[in-house]
């Protein structure tokens, strides 16, 4: 391992280029921020040596300036006081007899963030997943760039670049729109300007987007800056709102900041590689070792993916302050925070309380790929006694997808135990629940091809507290399992390139099955866009038994029923047991079929279905 790693890092050095232009991070920024503390971090060949000055301008003062070990590189810290009125600042450079003007604007802040934008994400949404890359193709002159490390795209290779863009995703907004989706999430647009790189023996392009090579920049290949702009834009006029995906743990090989390393600390080093040993317990466990902590916290994840020390103070101010920056930049509504539980627990509630701070309205989830209730909780926040406490809204829940599948698969009392563990969160309807997702086998594949369990499954999923989330292609019955790698559960989405065969965005262009199935999700989805008892409403949920399982969401307003009986069996059910759910209700319409239910006595339940009855 120490010679992949010491080969990785001779790559790294040989690859470094000359730094062709000064540079300063952010790009821009606002006056008006409720932080007056702005940091620039300016690079530059040799600006350690020179003289920074700025010119006077009213509501900027210079605080100080910090040249750190490499001479590349100076951070200028400015105060901007709330009096500063909107304009650019400017700086004077002295290298020797040379002296040269660096300019950075100062924008008005968006008068519209908390209403039209950034209005934030919550459990009345349905947020659907897409990569961009392999959804649909709106540009196709976007699908290579020749002054790229990759400069490839061929659909017939699983790994390289399918020229799917966000040209391609503002297409198809309608079409979300009418499956009943509210929010689109992204896996991440930034630039991943990386070689291919060899993950388990194929040769994979960063078409995922995890492989950050610029946080300023969004891939040419999506469609660069201009392109997340306008369909953020379109996707807001729409009514729709977007989540950005964002990587803090690590970035790819060749970000710029890692060919020119600021500081020796700015990576989280070790004597020989360390992978990570990916071990959520050393948090929270009374026992647990500092050793452990350290290598769960600094290994890497793999040697193409630097692992970022966040502890460092000018990388954790770069990245906060990037947040921030795309945030008003963009008016993106919610952040999803991958490898959430790989980052160091300090700055991660730092990163969180900066953006809350500017962004009042502003959702975060983190990814805490976790086996139980106790350890998601423990990154959000929560009722748990630990020495360290996250602020963390809401996870990604993985124990509840878990749940969900072994109750589609006829064993629903896992799913009622996890939910009774909902004690430990300080507000469960803040998760992110999901039945599939990037990273996971697809769904209906995990459920044996059985679309019976998969409409079980997603009845679940769109009915139980939290935000639900879908994954792209779920709705027209893709499938797959991740062998032999994780390519085959990101499939292109067909119809979404002008020369595909079959356009499943189109109901004439989807099978009878297919149709079936997408209905039937649609009709859930556009139900609980107007229900206010799925929406935000409380549960009250039965102990599975003969493994039926029932639960209520209600309001002061309105309740529903909803009942699962995922056995072979048809069941008769009693409502005597269930009057503190019904309150005197004595009808009701089940929503996917039409059928209007008596609800008197007892109630008739075909085998292997999932019931939605809004209770009249
Ligand atoms: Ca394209
Ligand atoms: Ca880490």
């Known amino acids: 391992m120490l010679k992949v790693f010491v080969k990785a890092l001779i790559c790294l050095l040989l690859s470094m280029p000359a730094i062709a232009q000064t540079s300063i991070y952010p790009t821009n920024w606002w006056v008006g921020m409720k932080d007056p503390s702005l940091q620039l971090m300016v690079h530059k060949k040799d600006i350690g040596d020179a003289t920074v000055k700025m010119n006077p301008y009213a509501g900027v003062s210079l605080m100080k300036t910090y040249v750190p070990e490499n001479k590349n590189y100076v951070f200028i810290d400015l105060n901007v006081a709330p009096s500063a009125k909107p304009g ?58 020749k002054s790229a490390r990759d400069d490839q795209s061929d659909r017939k290779n699983p790994f390289l670049r399918h020229g799917g863009d966000l040209k391609g995703v503002e297409n198809k907004l309608d079409y979300l729109k009418d ?167 300090q700055f991660m509630n730092n990163v969180n309380a900066a953006l809350e701070k500017e962004f009042p309205t502003i959702t975060i989830f983190g990814e805490a790929w976790c086996n139980t209730p106790m350890a998601s909780a423990y990154f959000v926040k929560n009722n748990l006694d630990v ?87 779920t709705e027209v019955l893709m499938k797959n399992f991740k062998k032999p790698s994780d390519a085959e559960v990101r499939k292109d989405f067909a119809g979404g390139w002008n020369d595909d065969a079959e356009n499943k965005f189109t109901s004439a262009g989807r099978s009878a099955a297919e149709n079936e199935f997408f209905n039937y999700f649609r009709t859930i989805a556009q139900y609980r866009f107007r229900s206010e008892a799925l929406q935000k409403g409380k549960t009250l949920q039965y102990q599975p038994v003969d493994n039926v399982y029932i639960y209520f969401r209600y309001t002061g307003k309105q309740r529903v029923m909803c009942v699962l009986n995922p056995t072979d069996d048809a069941k008769e059910i009693k409502m005597s047991r269930f009057s503190e759910g019904l309150d005197g209700k004595t009808t009701g319409k089940e929503i996917i079929t039409g059928q209007e239910m008596s609800l008197t006595s007892s109630i008739q339940v075909p085998a292997k279905t999932f019931m939605l009855v809004e209770l009249r």
Not at 109 to 125: E, I, L, Y
Not at 229 to 253: C, F, P, W
Not at 389 to 416: C, E, R, S, W
Request: with cysteine; proline share 5%; hydrophobic share 35%.
């Open 387 to 473: 020495p360290f406490k996250h602020n963390l809204q809401g996870v990604t829940d993985f124990p509840i997808a878990f749940g969900m599948k072994d109750a589609a698969n006829n064993n629903p009392t896992q799913l009622y135990s996890l939910l009774a563990q909902d004690v430990l969160y300080k507000d469960p309807l803040k998760n992110c629940i999901f039945l599939e997702n990037h990273d996971m086998d697809r769904i209906l594949s995990v459920l044996g091809d059985d679309v019976g369990k998969l409409k079980m499954a997603n009845g679940l999923l769109l009915t139980l507290r939290g935000i639900p989330q879908a994954y792209y292609g």
């Open 88 to 145: 650019k600042i400017s700086f004077t450079i002295q290298q020797g007899r040379k002296a040269e003007t660096l300019s950075f604007e100062l924008k008005k802040r968006d008068p519209s963030n908390g209403r039209a934008r950034v209005k934030g994400v919550n459990s009345s949404d349905l947020v659907y997943l897409i990569m961009p890359d392999r959804f649909s193709n709106g540009d196709p002159s976007n699908d290579v760039v």
């Open 179 to 345: 499956l009943g989706a509210t929010t689109i999430w992204l896996t991440p647009v930034i630039e991943n300007d990386m070689p291919l790189m060899s993950e388990w023996g194929n040769k994979v392009a960063g078409y995922h987007g995890y492989w950050f090579t610029d946080h300023y920049t969004v891939d040419p290949r999506l469609g660069g800056n201009t392109a997340y702009r306008q369909m953020i834009e379109t996707a807001h006029n729409k009514g729709l709102k977007v989540i950005q995906d964002a990587v803090y743990n690590h970035v790819g090989s060749h970000h710029w900041f890692i060919l020119d390393q600021p500081m020796k600390s700015w990576l989280n080093n070790w004597p020989e590689y360390q992978g990570s040993n990916h071990k959520e317990e050393v948090f929270y466990d009374p026992y647990a070792a500092k050793v452990d902590k350290d290598i769960m916290v600094g290994g890497w994840f793999v040697p193409h993916l630097p692992d970022l020390n966040l502890r460092n103070p000018w990388l954790a101010k770069f990245l906060i302050q990037h947040a921030i920056w795309t945030t008003e930049e963009f008016g993106i509504d919610g952040w999803r925070v991958d490898t959430y539980k790989y980052c160091d627990e």
